[in-house]
């Protein structure tokens, strides 16, 4: 089962609040809705049963967060673009993440082969840019991903 799967939300059980690190989701009674017994953030259940929604907040956008089997992660699209339809989805993420980071290692060894022969400065230039890039873009998606 991919990590990044939408699973069934039950009233009956309780979650992680993703608004609070400690808070506990619990139903509140004779609703189809759930409330964190640490921050009161109050969500409601998507007609679906796959997702939840937070009532209330300041915000006019409306979080919507959707359950892994381990936290609830924030349910959001993607933004259009080149870029984001070339990476693909979240479920993909994972494995653009190990590629870059082989790829960063990889750049650094050379780095560091490139410090102990004599070599064109420009080229160690352009070697730490490319290592720069590559782990910006690591923690960035992330970061992303983290939501």
Partial sequence: MSPYQQQQIYLDREYPCPCHLHGKLQQIVLTEAFGCDRCHH???????????EELGGTSPYKRRYYWDGKRLRNLRSLPSGTFWTFLGSPQRW???I????????????????CGITPTN??????LSMAITIVVSTIIMLWLFDQG
């Avoid at 190990?98 to 082969?113: G, K």
Wanted: no cysteine; glycine share 0%.
């Fill in 42 to 52: 109050l969500f409601v259940m998507q007609k679906d049963s796959l997702a939840i």
């Fill in 94 to 96: 994972t494995r653009w």
């Fill in 98 to 113: 190990e590629y870059l980071s082989v790829t960063s290692v990889l750049l650094i060894v050379l780095r560091i082969y």
């Fill in 121 to 126: 400065h420009s080229f160690n230039l352009v």
